[in-house]
């Protein structure tokens, strides 16, 4: 079954510098092997094309049921820098959350 990442899922992000911090939570456990299968490094540099320039390396927190992804030059410079209307990168967690995903039995 296919879903928008959003109804099974939540993000947090945070910012360092000009590097965004996405951490993504499942509203049930149950659905974290499906996170880890389906949300890639790879699907989310793709889904995030055009914000993410730099590197994207994904951390993978199983007793948390929790994958963190940390996105480099994806804050235009960052906070003190940029002319962005987000410089802090909330939005590209909502982004994050729009990726479509397949679900398992």
Do not use: N, W
């Not at 996170?35 to 320039?53: D, F, I, K, S």
Request: proline content about 2%.
């Amino acid at each position: 079954m296919r879903v928008m990442l959003h109804e099974v899922a939540h993000c947090r992000a945070g910012d360092k510098g000009d590097t965004s911090i996405l951490s993504l939570f499942p509203f049930d456990d149950r659905h974290f092997a499906d996170l880890e299968r389906e949300v890639t490094t790879e699907r989310v540099r793709e889904h995030l094309a055009g914000q993410v320039r730099g590197e994207v390396v994904r951390y993978v927190l199983p007793k948390l049921c929790a994958l963190q992804f940390r996105c480099r030059q994806a804050l235009d410079g960052g906070v003190t820098t940029s002319l962005a209307l987000d410089t802090h990168g909330k939005g590209m967690s909502s982004r994050l959350l729009a990726m479509e995903i397949e679900l398992s039995g």
